[in-house]
């Protein structure tokens, strides 16, 4: 058994670990969410060129689903929680929705 106050350390702080990645979850899923609503109010018109059209939408799809594949990339392959909480806090500034708040100039 062990005698020393660490483990129970240890046990205090899961609870607090698992609540700060529900809480990263429903950010990253309100990230999915913004990227769809700027997405579907963003809309180019005008693209002639089936290529040019495609990877318009080829982007537009990897913009709704970053968010997720940031959220579970780093759950599955970072171990430590430290680590964990800070590529989730530098997933949240990269990905941030920034078409929806400001908008996406007319050509």
């Known amino acids: 058994m062990e005698a020393t106050g660490h483990g129970l350390h240890r046990r205090k702080r899961r609870p607090l670990i698992r609540i700060a990645l529900v809480a990263y979850g429903a950010l990253y899923l309100g990230y999915v969410v913004a990227w769809l609503f700027?997405?579907?109010?963003?809309?180019?018109?005008?693209?002639?060129?089936?290529?040019?059209?495609?990877?318009?939408?080829?982007?537009?799809?990897?913009?709704?689903?970053?968010?997720?594949?940031w959220f579970f990339a780093t759950m599955s392959m970072i171990r430590t929680p430290v680590a964990r909480g800070l590529?989730?806090?530098?997933?949240?500034?990269?990905?941030?929705?920034?078409?929806?708040?400001?908008?996406?100039?007319v050509q």
């Open 38 to 69: 700027a997405v579907q109010s963003n809309q180019l018109i005008g693209i002639d060129d089936r290529f040019t059209q495609a990877m318009s939408q080829f982007g537009e799809f990897f913009a709704i689903v970053s968010p997720a594949l």
């Open 87 to 105: 590529a989730l806090t530098v997933g949240l500034l990269v990905l941030f929705p920034f078409p929806l708040f400001f908008g996406v100039p």
